[in-house]
Protein backbone atom coordinates (compact mmCIF):
# COMPACT_ATOMS: atom_id res chain seq x y z
CA UNK A 1 0.00 0.00 0.00
CA UNK A 2 2.64 2.66 0.83
CA UNK A 3 4.93 1.58 -2.20
CA UNK A 4 1.56 2.06 -4.32
CA UNK A 5 0.84 5.51 -2.34
CA UNK A 6 4.68 6.50 -3.02
CA UNK A 7 4.65 6.16 -6.74
CA UNK A 8 1.47 7.43 -7.22
CA UNK A 9 2.68 10.62 -5.55
CA UNK A 10 5.74 10.00 -8.08
CA UNK A 11 3.71 10.91 -10.88
CA UNK A 12 2.25 14.02 -10.02
CA UNK A 13 5.50 15.11 -9.12
CA UNK A 14 6.42 14.17 -12.37
CA UNK A 15 4.13 16.24 -13.48
CA UNK A 16 4.81 19.23 -11.90
CA UNK A 17 8.48 18.56 -12.22
CA UNK A 18 9.75 16.41 -14.98
CA UNK A 19 13.19 15.89 -13.29
CA UNK A 20 11.29 13.78 -10.59
CA UNK A 21 11.42 11.17 -12.44
CA UNK A 22 15.18 11.28 -13.26
CA UNK A 23 16.20 11.77 -9.66
CA UNK A 24 13.94 8.96 -8.49
CA UNK A 25 15.31 6.41 -11.08
CA UNK A 26 18.90 7.18 -10.45
CA UNK A 27 17.79 6.99 -6.22
CA UNK A 28 16.15 3.16 -7.38
CA UNK A 29 19.02 2.15 -9.49
CA UNK A 30 21.18 2.91 -6.36
CA UNK A 31 19.27 1.35 -4.08
CA UNK A 32 19.27 -1.52 -6.02
CA UNK A 33 22.40 -2.25 -6.54
CA UNK A 34 23.29 -1.63 -3.25
CA UNK A 35 21.12 -4.12 -2.37
CA UNK A 36 22.13 -6.82 -4.78
CA UNK A 37 25.66 -6.17 -3.48
CA UNK A 38 25.03 -6.37 0.07
CA UNK A 39 23.19 -9.59 -0.24
CA UNK A 40 25.05 -11.09 -2.93
CA UNK A 41 22.00 -11.51 -4.63
CA UNK A 42 20.79 -14.15 -2.09
CA UNK A 43 17.09 -13.57 -2.95
CA UNK A 44 17.52 -12.92 -6.57
CA UNK A 45 17.23 -9.09 -6.11
CA UNK A 46 18.98 -8.69 -9.54
CA UNK A 47 15.01 -9.80 -11.06
CA UNK A 48 13.75 -7.45 -8.64
CA UNK A 49 15.92 -4.85 -9.93
CA UNK A 50 15.65 -5.54 -13.74
CA UNK A 51 11.77 -5.72 -13.26
CA UNK A 52 11.74 -2.33 -12.00
CA UNK A 53 13.62 -0.80 -14.51
CA UNK A 54 11.46 -2.79 -17.09
CA UNK A 55 8.39 -1.33 -15.54
CA UNK A 56 10.21 2.53 -15.61
CA UNK A 57 12.04 2.41 -19.13
CA UNK A 58 8.72 4.18 -20.80
CA UNK A 59 7.94 6.53 -17.78
CA UNK A 60 11.42 7.66 -17.88
CA UNK A 61 12.11 7.65 -21.60
CA UNK A 62 8.38 9.79 -21.78
CA UNK A 63 9.64 12.31 -19.25
CA UNK A 64 13.26 12.47 -20.49
CA UNK A 65 14.22 10.56 -17.55
CA UNK A 66 16.95 8.59 -19.24
CA UNK A 67 18.32 11.12 -21.60
CA UNK A 68 21.72 10.46 -21.89
CA UNK A 69 21.05 7.37 -23.83
CA UNK A 70 17.59 6.00 -25.69
CA UNK A 71 18.71 2.60 -24.90
CA UNK A 72 19.72 2.56 -21.40
CA UNK A 73 17.17 0.45 -19.52
CA UNK A 74 18.30 -2.61 -21.91
CA UNK A 75 21.97 -2.12 -20.54
CA UNK A 76 20.38 -1.64 -17.14
CA UNK A 77 18.83 -5.07 -17.54
CA UNK A 78 22.13 -6.35 -19.13
CA UNK A 79 24.50 -5.17 -16.48
CA UNK A 80 21.60 -6.53 -13.55
CA UNK A 81 22.02 -10.25 -15.08
CA UNK A 82 25.46 -10.51 -15.61
CA UNK A 83 26.15 -9.24 -12.26
CA UNK A 84 23.60 -12.20 -10.81
CA UNK A 85 25.81 -14.43 -13.40
CA UNK A 86 29.11 -13.70 -11.44
CA UNK A 87 26.85 -14.24 -7.84
CA UNK A 88 24.89 -17.50 -9.70
CA UNK A 89 26.89 -18.55 -12.50
CA UNK A 90 24.32 -20.66 -15.01
CA UNK A 91 22.61 -23.41 -15.65
CA UNK A 92 24.49 -27.10 -17.74
CA UNK A 93 21.44 -26.41 -20.11
CA UNK A 94 21.45 -23.38 -21.14
CA UNK A 95 23.61 -24.15 -24.35
CA UNK A 96 20.90 -22.83 -26.30
CA UNK A 97 21.47 -19.54 -25.71
CA UNK A 98 24.80 -19.66 -25.99
CA UNK A 99 24.47 -20.69 -29.40
CA UNK A 100 21.89 -18.09 -29.86
CA UNK A 101 24.28 -15.34 -29.04
CA UNK A 102 26.74 -16.59 -31.59
CA UNK A 103 24.48 -16.29 -33.96
CA UNK A 104 24.08 -13.00 -33.77
CA UNK A 105 27.16 -12.37 -34.40
CA UNK A 106 27.95 -13.26 -38.16
CA UNK A 107 25.16 -10.07 -39.12
CA UNK A 108 27.41 -7.72 -37.76
CA UNK A 109 30.11 -8.52 -39.86
CA UNK A 110 28.27 -8.33 -42.93
CA UNK A 111 26.87 -5.51 -41.61
CA UNK A 112 29.89 -3.48 -41.75
CA UNK A 113 30.15 -4.81 -45.61
CA UNK A 114 26.84 -3.62 -46.41
CA UNK A 115 26.07 -0.42 -44.89
CA UNK A 116 26.40 3.17 -46.52
CA UNK A 117 29.63 4.31 -45.94
CA UNK A 118 27.79 7.43 -44.02
CA UNK A 119 25.79 5.57 -41.98
CA UNK A 120 26.66 5.59 -37.97
CA UNK A 121 27.96 1.65 -37.60
CA UNK A 122 27.92 1.52 -34.33
CA UNK A 123 25.04 3.32 -33.55
CA UNK A 124 22.66 1.20 -35.99
CA UNK A 125 24.31 -2.13 -34.35
CA UNK A 126 23.48 -0.40 -30.37
CA UNK A 127 20.25 0.09 -31.58
CA UNK A 128 19.21 -3.02 -33.50
CA UNK A 129 21.12 -5.66 -30.94
CA UNK A 130 20.39 -4.28 -27.92
CA UNK A 131 17.22 -6.09 -28.34
CA UNK A 132 18.28 -9.42 -29.19
CA UNK A 133 21.05 -9.24 -26.89
CA UNK A 134 19.31 -8.40 -24.05
CA UNK A 135 17.06 -11.39 -24.60
CA UNK A 136 20.19 -13.61 -24.49
CA UNK A 137 21.47 -12.52 -21.33
CA UNK A 138 18.33 -12.75 -19.35
CA UNK A 139 17.57 -16.35 -20.86
CA UNK A 140 21.31 -17.59 -19.86
CA UNK A 141 20.49 -15.74 -16.28
CA UNK A 142 16.87 -17.28 -16.01
CA UNK A 143 17.14 -20.66 -17.69
CA UNK A 144 16.64 -23.33 -14.79
CA UNK A 145 16.78 -20.91 -12.13
CA UNK A 146 14.37 -22.13 -9.05
CA UNK A 147 12.64 -19.62 -6.83
CA UNK A 148 9.51 -19.54 -4.50
CA UNK A 149 5.91 -18.42 -5.98
CA UNK A 150 6.07 -15.49 -3.92
CA UNK A 151 9.57 -13.78 -5.24
CA UNK A 152 8.13 -13.81 -8.29
CA UNK A 153 5.27 -12.35 -7.37
CA UNK A 154 7.57 -9.36 -5.89
CA UNK A 155 9.03 -9.28 -9.42
CA UNK A 156 5.70 -8.38 -10.80
CA UNK A 157 4.60 -5.79 -8.46
CA UNK A 158 8.52 -4.15 -8.91
CA UNK A 159 7.08 -4.08 -12.37
CA UNK A 160 4.06 -2.52 -11.59
CA UNK A 161 4.81 0.49 -9.71
CA UNK A 162 6.40 2.29 -12.31
CA UNK A 163 3.53 1.93 -14.53
CA UNK A 164 1.03 3.54 -12.08
CA UNK A 165 3.39 6.00 -11.86
CA UNK A 166 2.96 6.62 -15.46
CA UNK A 167 -0.83 6.19 -15.39
CA UNK A 168 -1.04 9.14 -12.49
CA UNK A 169 1.03 11.45 -14.83
CA UNK A 170 -0.94 10.24 -18.06
CA UNK A 171 -4.31 11.22 -16.12
CA UNK A 172 -2.78 14.65 -15.21
CA UNK A 173 -0.91 14.98 -18.42
CA UNK A 174 -4.04 14.93 -20.84
CA UNK A 175 -7.10 14.86 -18.31
CA UNK A 176 -9.58 15.31 -20.85
CA UNK A 177 -9.03 13.38 -23.79
CA UNK A 178 -11.76 14.96 -26.16
CA UNK A 179 -9.63 17.99 -26.12
CA UNK A 180 -6.87 15.68 -28.25
CA UNK A 181 -8.70 13.66 -30.30
CA UNK A 182 -7.86 13.73 -33.68
CA UNK A 183 -8.80 10.64 -35.54
CA UNK A 184 -8.23 6.97 -35.40
CA UNK A 185 -4.90 6.79 -35.58
CA UNK A 186 -2.78 6.16 -32.60
CA UNK A 187 -2.76 9.24 -30.19
CA UNK A 188 0.40 10.72 -28.43
CA UNK A 189 -1.34 13.39 -26.70
CA UNK A 190 -3.12 10.58 -24.99
CA UNK A 191 -0.01 9.09 -24.58
CA UNK A 192 2.08 11.41 -22.62
CA UNK A 193 3.76 12.83 -25.50
CA UNK A 194 5.27 9.82 -26.29
CA UNK A 195 5.22 6.69 -29.10
CA UNK A 196 1.63 5.14 -28.20
CA UNK A 197 2.49 1.72 -28.93
CA UNK A 198 5.19 1.65 -26.36
CA UNK A 199 2.94 3.11 -23.57
CA UNK A 200 0.43 0.75 -24.42
CA UNK A 201 2.75 -2.43 -24.33
CA UNK A 202 3.41 -1.77 -20.75
CA UNK A 203 0.06 -0.54 -19.60
CA UNK A 204 -1.00 -4.04 -21.15
CA UNK A 205 1.87 -5.92 -19.44
CA UNK A 206 0.30 -3.57 -16.14
CA UNK A 207 -3.26 -5.42 -16.42
CA UNK A 208 -1.94 -8.43 -16.94
CA UNK A 209 0.16 -8.33 -13.49
CA UNK A 210 -2.72 -6.79 -11.95
CA UNK A 211 -5.12 -9.33 -12.99
CA UNK A 212 -3.16 -12.06 -11.61
CA UNK A 213 -3.02 -10.20 -8.66
CA UNK A 214 -6.92 -10.29 -8.22
CA UNK A 215 -6.73 -14.61 -8.87
CA UNK A 216 -3.92 -14.62 -6.10
CA UNK A 217 -3.32 -12.28 -3.21
CA UNK A 218 -6.17 -13.50 -0.66
CA UNK A 219 -6.96 -9.74 0.60
CA UNK A 220 -9.76 -7.94 -0.10
CA UNK A 221 -8.14 -4.20 0.69
CA UNK A 222 -5.41 -5.07 -1.47
CA UNK A 223 -7.90 -6.83 -4.09
CA UNK A 224 -10.35 -3.32 -3.96
CA UNK A 225 -7.51 -1.40 -4.94
CA UNK A 226 -6.09 -3.76 -7.71
CA UNK A 227 -9.89 -3.80 -9.35
CA UNK A 228 -9.47 0.43 -9.33
CA UNK A 229 -6.05 0.25 -10.80
CA UNK A 230 -7.17 -2.06 -13.27
CA UNK A 231 -9.92 0.25 -14.41
CA UNK A 232 -7.62 3.11 -14.32
CA UNK A 233 -4.90 1.69 -16.15
CA UNK A 234 -7.34 0.04 -18.61
CA UNK A 235 -8.79 3.23 -19.59
CA UNK A 236 -5.83 4.80 -20.32
CA UNK A 237 -4.49 2.36 -22.59
CA UNK A 238 -7.57 2.31 -24.41
CA UNK A 239 -7.36 5.69 -25.04
CA UNK A 240 -3.89 5.25 -26.51
CA UNK A 241 -5.60 4.55 -29.85
CA UNK A 242 -3.15 1.86 -30.09
CA UNK A 243 -4.48 -1.72 -30.09
CA UNK A 244 -1.38 -4.17 -29.86
CA UNK A 245 -0.75 -3.92 -26.24
CA UNK A 246 -3.71 -3.91 -24.97
CA UNK A 247 -4.71 -6.78 -27.45
CA UNK A 248 -1.86 -8.40 -25.86
CA UNK A 249 -2.66 -7.83 -22.31
CA UNK A 250 -5.82 -9.77 -22.68
CA UNK A 251 -4.48 -12.70 -24.74
CA UNK A 252 -2.03 -13.09 -21.92
CA UNK A 253 -5.16 -12.54 -19.65
CA UNK A 254 -6.99 -15.41 -20.87
CA UNK A 255 -4.10 -18.04 -21.02
CA UNK A 256 -3.31 -17.19 -17.36
CA UNK A 257 -7.18 -17.69 -16.32
CA UNK A 258 -7.23 -20.86 -18.57
CA UNK A 259 -4.26 -22.32 -17.12
CA UNK A 260 -5.43 -21.26 -13.23
CA UNK A 261 -9.17 -22.28 -13.82
CA UNK A 262 -7.51 -25.96 -14.95
CA UNK A 263 -5.16 -26.32 -12.09
CA UNK A 264 -7.57 -25.19 -9.45
CA UNK A 265 -9.38 -27.12 -7.09
CA UNK A 266 -13.54 -27.25 -7.57
CA UNK A 267 -13.71 -25.17 -4.31
CA UNK A 268 -11.19 -22.47 -5.89
CA UNK A 269 -12.85 -22.62 -9.34
CA UNK A 270 -16.19 -21.58 -7.75
CA UNK A 271 -14.68 -19.11 -5.50
CA UNK A 272 -13.16 -17.66 -8.60
CA UNK A 273 -16.64 -17.39 -10.33
CA UNK A 274 -17.24 -14.24 -8.57
CA UNK A 275 -14.41 -12.40 -9.18
CA UNK A 276 -14.30 -12.98 -13.09
CA UNK A 277 -17.45 -11.52 -13.53
CA UNK A 278 -15.88 -8.07 -11.39
CA UNK A 279 -13.20 -8.14 -13.52
CA UNK A 280 -15.37 -8.77 -16.65
CA UNK A 281 -18.30 -6.26 -15.47
CA UNK A 282 -15.25 -3.46 -15.02
CA UNK A 283 -13.29 -4.14 -18.49
CA UNK A 284 -17.37 -3.38 -19.67
CA UNK A 285 -17.73 -0.10 -17.80
CA UNK A 286 -14.35 0.86 -18.86
CA UNK A 287 -14.95 0.39 -21.94
CA UNK A 288 -18.13 2.30 -22.50
CA UNK A 289 -16.26 5.23 -20.61
CA UNK A 290 -13.98 4.91 -22.72
CA UNK A 291 -16.23 4.83 -26.00
CA UNK A 292 -18.08 8.25 -24.08
CA UNK A 293 -14.68 10.10 -23.75
CA UNK A 294 -13.60 9.40 -27.96
CA UNK A 295 -17.07 10.21 -29.21
CA UNK A 296 -17.55 6.60 -30.32
CA UNK A 297 -13.85 6.80 -32.41
CA UNK A 298 -12.11 4.17 -29.76
CA UNK A 299 -15.03 1.46 -31.60
CA UNK A 300 -14.32 2.60 -34.90
CA UNK A 301 -10.49 2.38 -34.13
CA UNK A 302 -10.79 -1.37 -32.53
CA UNK A 303 -12.94 -1.93 -35.59
CA UNK A 304 -10.44 -1.12 -38.32
CA UNK A 305 -12.52 2.21 -39.46
CA UNK A 306 -11.72 5.65 -39.80
CA UNK A 307 -13.44 8.58 -38.30
CA UNK A 308 -15.93 8.62 -40.87
CA UNK A 309 -16.93 4.86 -40.61
CA UNK A 310 -15.40 3.84 -43.24
CA UNK A 311 -13.70 0.09 -42.96
CA UNK A 312 -9.58 0.18 -43.68
CA UNK A 313 -8.04 -2.13 -46.32
CA UNK A 314 -5.01 -2.77 -44.29
CA UNK A 315 -5.70 -3.58 -40.56
CA UNK A 316 -2.21 -3.89 -39.62
CA UNK A 317 -2.02 -0.11 -40.38
CA UNK A 318 0.91 -0.26 -42.60
CA UNK A 319 2.96 -3.19 -41.34
CA UNK A 320 2.19 -5.54 -43.74
CA UNK A 321 3.97 -3.57 -46.23
CA UNK A 322 6.99 -3.78 -44.31
CA UNK A 323 7.17 -7.33 -43.28
CA UNK A 324 7.18 -8.14 -46.97
CA UNK A 325 10.05 -5.87 -47.53
CA UNK A 326 11.78 -7.90 -44.90
CA UNK A 327 10.83 -10.92 -46.14
CA UNK A 328 11.95 -9.92 -49.59
CA UNK A 329 15.26 -9.07 -48.19
CA UNK A 330 15.85 -12.45 -46.84
CA UNK A 331 14.80 -14.15 -49.53
CA UNK A 332 17.57 -12.50 -52.09
CA UNK A 333 19.96 -12.91 -48.93
CA UNK A 334 18.71 -16.26 -47.22
CA UNK A 335 22.08 -17.24 -46.32
CA UNK A 336 23.99 -14.23 -45.00
CA UNK A 337 21.48 -11.67 -44.86
CA UNK A 338 21.60 -8.08 -45.05
CA UNK A 339 23.34 -6.95 -42.07
CA UNK A 340 22.31 -5.23 -38.97
CA UNK A 341 21.00 -2.54 -38.78
CA UNK A 342 20.75 -2.46 -43.30
CA UNK A 343 16.73 -2.71 -43.36
CA UNK A 344 16.47 0.55 -43.22
CA UNK A 345 18.57 1.31 -45.84
CA UNK A 346 17.21 -1.35 -48.20
CA UNK A 347 13.56 -0.25 -47.39
CA UNK A 348 14.48 3.48 -48.04
CA UNK A 349 16.06 2.00 -51.74
CA UNK A 350 12.74 -0.01 -52.13
CA UNK A 351 10.02 2.02 -51.40
CA UNK A 352 12.17 5.55 -50.98
CA UNK A 353 10.63 5.69 -47.17
CA UNK A 354 12.39 5.24 -44.12
CA UNK A 355 10.30 3.31 -41.62
CA UNK A 356 11.23 1.54 -38.72
CA UNK A 357 10.85 -2.09 -38.47
CA UNK A 358 7.74 -2.96 -36.02
CA UNK A 359 8.43 -6.58 -36.65
CA UNK A 360 11.33 -9.02 -34.82
CA UNK A 361 11.01 -11.90 -36.44
CA UNK A 362 10.81 -10.65 -39.85
CA UNK A 363 13.40 -7.92 -39.23
CA UNK A 364 16.36 -10.81 -37.88
CA UNK A 365 15.31 -12.89 -40.52
CA UNK A 366 16.39 -10.04 -43.25
CA UNK A 367 19.23 -8.75 -41.41
CA UNK A 368 20.74 -12.19 -40.03
CA UNK A 369 19.92 -14.56 -42.60
CA UNK A 370 19.92 -18.37 -41.75
CA UNK A 371 21.75 -17.61 -38.41
CA UNK A 372 19.15 -15.72 -37.78
CA UNK A 373 16.48 -18.59 -38.21
CA UNK A 374 18.62 -20.44 -36.16
CA UNK A 375 18.55 -17.99 -33.70
CA UNK A 376 14.73 -17.06 -33.20
CA UNK A 377 13.99 -21.59 -33.84
CA UNK A 378 16.27 -21.17 -30.51
CA UNK A 379 14.05 -18.63 -28.84
CA UNK A 380 10.67 -20.30 -29.75
CA UNK A 381 11.25 -24.27 -28.77
CA UNK A 382 13.12 -24.00 -25.77
CA UNK A 383 10.93 -22.48 -23.51
CA UNK A 384 8.20 -24.80 -24.83
CA UNK A 385 10.36 -27.85 -24.41
CA UNK A 386 11.46 -26.97 -20.87
CA UNK A 387 8.02 -26.19 -20.08
CA UNK A 388 6.69 -29.82 -21.04
CA UNK A 389 9.00 -31.09 -18.57
CA UNK A 390 8.49 -28.75 -16.15
CA UNK A 391 4.76 -27.24 -15.30
CA UNK A 392 5.74 -25.64 -12.01
CA UNK A 393 5.72 -22.08 -13.61
CA UNK A 394 1.89 -20.76 -13.94
CA UNK A 395 2.95 -17.62 -15.55
CA UNK A 396 5.22 -19.36 -18.22
CA UNK A 397 2.63 -19.43 -21.76
CA UNK A 398 1.39 -16.01 -20.70
CA UNK A 399 4.92 -14.70 -20.41
CA UNK A 400 6.00 -16.24 -23.42
CA UNK A 401 2.85 -14.89 -24.74
CA UNK A 402 3.64 -11.47 -24.02
CA UNK A 403 7.23 -11.53 -25.84
CA UNK A 404 5.95 -12.98 -28.81
CA UNK A 405 3.09 -11.14 -29.52
CA UNK A 406 5.32 -8.06 -28.68
CA UNK A 407 7.64 -8.66 -30.57
CA UNK A 408 5.50 -9.02 -33.93
CA UNK A 409 3.79 -5.80 -32.75
CA UNK A 410 6.21 -3.35 -31.66
CA UNK A 411 9.43 -5.57 -32.57
CA UNK A 412 11.98 -5.24 -29.61
CA UNK A 413 11.95 -1.25 -28.63
CA UNK A 414 11.51 -1.20 -25.33
CA UNK A 415 13.35 -4.16 -22.73
CA UNK A 416 9.85 -5.48 -21.58
CA UNK A 417 9.85 -8.34 -23.93
CA UNK A 418 13.32 -9.47 -23.16
CA UNK A 419 12.99 -9.91 -19.51
CA UNK A 420 9.49 -11.26 -19.76
CA UNK A 421 11.02 -14.02 -21.82
CA UNK A 422 13.70 -14.55 -19.28
CA UNK A 423 10.75 -14.93 -16.78
CA UNK A 424 9.05 -17.39 -18.38
CA UNK A 425 11.98 -19.96 -18.01
CA UNK A 426 12.32 -19.63 -14.16
CA UNK A 427 10.76 -22.53 -12.34
CA UNK A 428 8.76 -22.36 -8.58
CA UNK A 429 9.50 -24.16 -5.57
CA UNK A 430 7.75 -24.76 -2.60
CA UNK A 431 9.05 -23.21 0.77
CA UNK A 432 8.03 -25.40 3.58
CA UNK A 433 7.97 -22.99 6.12
CA UNK A 434 9.82 -24.62 9.12
CA UNK A 435 8.07 -25.32 12.16
CA UNK A 436 9.09 -24.28 15.56
CA UNK A 437 11.09 -26.89 17.94
CA UNK A 438 9.79 -26.62 21.43
CA UNK A 439 12.45 -27.76 23.96
CA UNK A 440 10.82 -29.22 26.94
CA UNK A 441 12.18 -30.18 30.46
Same mark, same amino acid.
Given at each position: MQLIALHGALGFATYLFEITSRLFFFVALCYFLYRILKNKNKNEEVLVAAGYVVGFEVFSRMTGGISFSYEFAKYAVMGFMVLGLFFKGF????????????????? /???????????????? !??? &????????????? %????GRKIPFQRLQNITLAIL %?????????????????????? +??? #??FEASGGFGPNQVATI?? $??? &?? %???????????????????????? +??????? &??????????GCIIIFLIIYF???????? *????PKIVTIVAIFAATWIVSSISTLGLI?????????? +? @????????? @??ELILAELNAFFENPVTGIGVGKIKEYREAQTGKIVATHNEVTRILSEHGIFGMGALAILFFTPL??? /??? @??????? #?? &??????????? #????? *??????? !?? $??SIINVKKKKAIIHRK
Open positions: KRNSLPYFMYLVFLIPG /ILFSAINLNYDSPFFN !LIG &FNLSGPICIGICA %LYCN %LPIISMTVYLYFYTPNIRDVLS +GTQ #SNLG $LGL &FI %LFTRLLIVKNKTINILDFALLALI +GYRGIVT &FSRGGIITGVIRSKAQQK *ANLIDKRYSNQDAA +G @RVKEDITTG @RSIIR /IKD @RSNLFAL #SF &FAFWFLTINHS #SMRIA *APAFIYG !LC $LI
